[in-house]
């Protein structure tokens, strides 16, 4: 178990896979601030059922493609802490993110400057910004994709940019290694959620082509991936750090 107090930051927390990492935080201690886009209601659901394993969530709003709004809401973060009696927090989980699918050939200029936008700037910024409020021995744990290694034609944009945030990761490690600061990447392969408008989860053809190339015989789940990182934020993974961590089940080994 962690130490009591101690608190995460989770983007994009209200669903799927940030939901089950605030989810697995929580059973293990640990209190979380998370951000939601525009679902008040599912933002609101999941800060109760946190509240019902006997921890504290707190959500708020953010649009992590907006860094022009992020100093005002680093300013509600502070307050948020404050209001968890803390000034500084220990693990920060950069989640929120959007899907993309399109030939290289038939990708516009506007779909390219969203994935960018959201996926790399966003977090570059909002980790920079967080950087004063993260204690030193903290925690960084950033949300890749198995696309990065595996190739899958229409993926290539999303693919090029979370390839990037390894790269990202890697100096942030060496940047904030003075602080003990770790970094590091985690990356999932195919799992059921909503996201990419739930294709794994929803589409029953696709699912079984997930489970026919993985090793252990079935697409990824929700429950597969929040326990991991959150075991990963512990002091028993301390000497992690600077790794990109696939987390699939074994896909196309």
Do not use: C
């Amino acid at each position: 178990m962690e130490q009591p107090g101690r608190i995460a930051l989770v983007t994009g927390g209200s669903r799927g896979l940030g939901r089950n990492v605030v989810l697995s935080l929580a059973r293990r201690g640990i209190d979380s601030i998370f951000t939601y886009n525009s679902a008040v209601a599912q933002a609101d659901a999941m800060a109760r059922a946190v509240e019902e394993i006997g921890r504290r969530a707190i959500p708020m709003q953010l649009d992590v493609g907006q860094v022009d709004a992020f100093d005002a809401f680093v300013s509600r973060f502070t307050e948020a802490l404050a209001g968890l009696g803390a000034a500084r927090f220990d693990y920060l989980v950069n989640n929120a993110g959007i899907s993309h699918h399109n030939a290289l050939e038939k990708t516009t200029e506007a779909e390219l400057d969203a994935i960018y936008r959201i996926n790399f700037k966003g977090v570059f910024f909002l980790t920079q910004k967080l950087l004063p409020l993260l204690k030193d021995g903290g925690r960084i744990v950033n949300l890749s994709s198995g696309l990065t290694r595996i190739v899958v034609p229409g993926s290539g944009p999303y693919g090029a940019l979370k390839a990037a945030l390894e790269v990202l990761t890697r100096y942030q490690a060496k940047e904030l290694g003075p602080r003990r600061i770790t970094v590091n990447a985690v990356a999932p392969g195919a799992i059921q959620t909503d996201f990419s408008g739930g294709m794994v989860r929803d589409n029953p053809e696709l699912n079984r082509q997930v489970a026919d190339m993985t090793a252990l015989g079935r697409a990824g789940v929700p429950d597969d991936i929040g326990p991991m990182i959150a075991s990963l934020l512990s002091d028993d993974n301390r000497w992690v750090n600077a790794q990109r961590i696939e987390v699939s089940g074994g896909m196309a080994i």
